[in-house]
């Protein structure tokens, strides 16, 4: 992981600083650990899905989550899609079994 960098406004970026930002990828669960589906029928349970949660950030290009990262080859989380960790407000989790 790179190191933290440090803001320089007064200059502009250079190659490495650019590389250690793109290189840098967060450690995100994976498919298993959050009990994600793709809800490619739109049976999604009880409208707690991707589009509502707290972790979703849909994009231009592609939409993702913050703490999960497909690893089937299709990078795009759809709204429709789900896991466990669903949440509207980072506190409450309705899927999450306990």
Same mark, same amino acid.
């Given at each position: ?20 930002i ?5 450690? =995100? &669960? ?5 009990? /994600?589906?793709?809800?490619? #029928? ?10 509502v ?6 994009? =231009? &290009? ?5 703490? /999960?990262?497909?690893?089937? #080859?299709?990078?795009?989380i ?14 409450? &989790? ?5």
């Amino acid at each position: 992981m790179a190191e933290k960098l440090e803001a320089k406004p007064d200059r502009m970026a250079t190659m490495e600083e650019y590389r250690a930002i793109v290189d840098d990828h967060p450690v =995100k &669960f994976d498919e298993k650990q959050v009990h /994600f589906e793709r809800d490619e #029928g739109g049976d999604h349970k009880d409208g707690m899905c991707c589009a509502v949660c707290f972790h979703f950030y849909a994009g =231009k &290009f592609h939409n993702v989550c913050e703490i /999960f990262r497909p690893t089937d #080859g299709n990078p795009t989380i759809q709204p429709i899609d789900y896991c466990h960790f669903v949440t509207l407000d980072g506190e409450n &989790f309705p899927l999450l079994e306990e």
